[in-house]
């Protein structure tokens, strides 16, 4: 099975680093049709025109328009991104330095969409046939029509204005230190043995990670409920009632079990959405990961941060991909002879 | 065609179509609905509460923002917009998906590869991302978040309906309708088109949607249709700083997306049931 499975990751990294290169080419054609001049940016107002046009063949702005993406790639595949414009800071860093605090809140995310998906999804099944049904069903609809985005700004004013009980800024409380070990708030704080800082650092992702993973969780639902209602035609499950088991146990045992491989797929595809989604949540609850940064870089039209993050949201993307079909292969049987 | 009438008699697409109808009238008549300009500024009154509360102006019925313009005029402007970007964005990304699908799932080989990998290159970015990027090298405005929408979605309808011409093609009678000497081009505006259209109607719907959640997004990060252009996401970033002041004004929008998105999202599910189309969920 390890075979089967490093052979898939193989295959996959195949196809992604081809996938790489073009929406790394798609990128870099997009952000040149700006009408900014990045050499003239980075310069101070009152910089000549000599000045701009030296600057320009430093920056490799003379060059033509492939040369100048295959100076980029190169680049960055030796890890340097260039400089944010705006920031005067190296982009990599930059992006190494906030991306830890997103993947924090995106994992979070996805377990509570995982926890409210399964278990929306098991009660919508439950329901069927039941008077219950339609109502459920509708509310399924009415959750399905509000995206994280609204969900961030509806529980930002219910829970942190009108009944002040979570707070909806930043990533810890003022005044409290931010340890680095690892880049992950919430495991760095109990590796320095700071409870505050770590119960302070959870309220703080109560909020957003809520609002990320209720937006995520109806589809969830929605698909665990029909593979369930397509699994209790096949044959085994007659068997199992047959043999007497009881209808909770069909359910649990036999019926979710096959019914999560559907639901697994789809949980991939929805990380990768899911993970663009941090991007509002972090904006709207001042929340110090990359989505915040992107929105600066694009409000400050700095093309070099924009590259960087974009293509980073792009490998995360591949990654998590990768390894949902590896998860795909360990848990289906049926793959794993091939 | 039958099949789309008969949807009609479900209360579902009856109540969703009823919505749509109201926002769309908004949308159409806000010359005539609106109270004020929506761009006229009223500095005496700035945050003034709805008129049922305390402190509250009649003359702007749901009171005013931070600039004192009338929100409930704004709220009426921000559904033309909203419903602008949702007909010509869903359109514009069904044209171009549902073209591609077509040619790729009828043909097949090289074509089919191509296509598939294409769509492949575009789901690799997460669609807020790619839409702010391309709003980025745009530049604002409605016809380029329209353009940045269609650029970013027609991938959902490709995915999707790709399937289904590839299950439709098989058939028996579209093979007769090569032998009667039909050409490709009649084979599939003639027969698979027919048979792919319930499909094509209800992801429409669902896309009408989520062009007006992209629509809402684009303007609250700043990167919509333009400041002087009033948007329901705009209203929302405004809002948000002045929210203990004036929590109406973060709501009012806020209900508004949620209705709006509501509405298509019923018509779809209604269209869905209705026309017994079976959708694989792959979400927004």
Redesign the interface.
């Known amino acids: 099975m390890v075979t089967t499975v490093l052979k898939l990751i193989a295959r996959r990294l195949l196809v992604a680093i081809p996938i790489l290169l073009i929406v790394s080419a798609l990128l870099f054609c997009v952000l040149r049709m700006l009408p900014v001049d990045p050499a003239a940016m980075s310069l101070p107002p009152n910089a000549t025109i000599e000045e701009v046009e030296a600057k320009r063949r430093e920056m490799g702005l003379d060059k033509p328009l492939p040369q100048q993406y295959l100076i980029w790639i190169s680049d960055a595949l030796h890890g340097d991104f260039g400089r944010s414009i705006a920031l005067r800071r190296d982009a990599g860093s930059l992006v190494a330095a906030t991306l830890p605090a997103t993947i924090q809140l995106a994992v979070c995310a996805m377990i509570i969409a995982a926890i409210l998906g399964v278990g929306g999804g098991l009660l919508l099944f439950h329901v069927r046939g039941t008077l219950l049904e339609p109502v459920v069903d509708l509310v399924s609809v009415l959750l399905l029509s509000i995206p994280e985005f609204l969900w961030g700004l509806i529980l930002l004013f219910v829970f942190g204005v009108a009944l002040q009980v979570l707070p909806f800024t930043g990533e810890v409380s003022p005044g409290l230190p931010i340890p680095h070990v690892a880049g992950f708030l919430l495991l760095d704080s109990l590796l320095v043995g700071r409870l505050d800082v770590f119960l302070s650092a959870c309220s703080h992702l109560i909020l957003p990670a809520v609002a990320l993973g209720l937006a995520f969780s109806p589809t969830i639902m929605r698909v665990l409920r029909s593979s369930l209602f397509d699994i209790y035609h096949e044959d085994y499950i007659a068997q199992a009632r047959l043999r007497g088991l009881s209808e909770s146990r069909i359910l649990l045992r036999h019926a979710l079990k096959n019914a999560s491989l559907p639901t697994l797929t789809l949980a991939g595809v929805q990380f990768g959405i899911l993970f663009g989604g941090t991007l509002l949540v972090e904006v709207i609850y001042s929340y110090p990961g990359m989505g915040n940064l992107m929105v600066d870089a694009v409000r400050n039209a700095d093309l070099p941060l924009i590259q960087a993050i974009g293509l980073t949201y792009c490998v995360v993307v591949l990654i998590i991909n990768t390894m949902v079909d590896s998860f795909y292969v360990v848990l289906n049987p049926k793959l794993r002879v091939r | 065609m039958s099949a789309v009438l008969r949807s009609l008699r479900s209360a579902r697409v009856l109540i969703a179509l009823g919505m749509i109808f109201c926002i769309a009238c908004c949308a159409v008549f806000a010359g005539y609905l609106a109270p004020h300009d929506p761009g006229d500024q009223n500095l005496l009154a700035i945050l003034t509460p709805p008129a049922w509360a305390e402190g509250g102006d009649p003359s702007y019925p749901l009171g005013t923002d931070s600039l004192g313009r009338c929100v409930l005029s704004r709220l009426i402007y921000g559904a033309r917009t909203a419903m602008l970007v949702a007909v010509f964005a869903s359109l514009g990304a069904m044209i171009i998906g549902s073209i591609l699908a077509h040619v790729s799932g009828y043909f097949g080989g090289a074509i089919d590869w191509i296509i598939g990998r294409l769509v ?2 575009w ?7 790619l839409s ?8 604002v405005g409605l016809g380029k978040v329209i353009l940045a929408v269609v650029l970013v979605d027609w991938t959902r309808f490709c995915r999707v309906l790709r399937a289904e011409v590839l299950v439709v093609t098989r058939h028996d009678y579209v093979a007769a309708a090569r032998l009667l000497g039909f050409t490709h081009w009649q084979t599939i505006v003639r027969e698979v088109l027919p048979a792919t259209l319930p499909l094509l109607i209800t992801l429409l719907s669902l896309e009408m ?1 989520i062009a007006v ?1 992209v629509e ?2 684009l303007s ?4 919509g249709v333009g400041a002087d252009q009033p948007a329901w996401g705009q209203m ?1 970033a405004d809002a ?1 700083q002045y ?2 002041q004036s ?1 109406w004004n ?2 009012l929008p ?1 209900l508004a ?2 209705l709006t ?2 509405a298509f ?2 018509l779809g ?1 209604g269209l869905r049931r209705t026309l017994d189309v079976r959708l694989a ?4």
């Open positions: 492949d290159v789901m690799s970015f997460p669609p807020v991302i702010l990027i391309l709003m980025v090298g745009l530049g949607a959640v809402a997004i609250f990060v700043g990167l929302i948000r929210v203990y929590p973060l709501l806020i997306i949620f998105v509501l999202n019923l599910d969920e792959t979400g927004r």
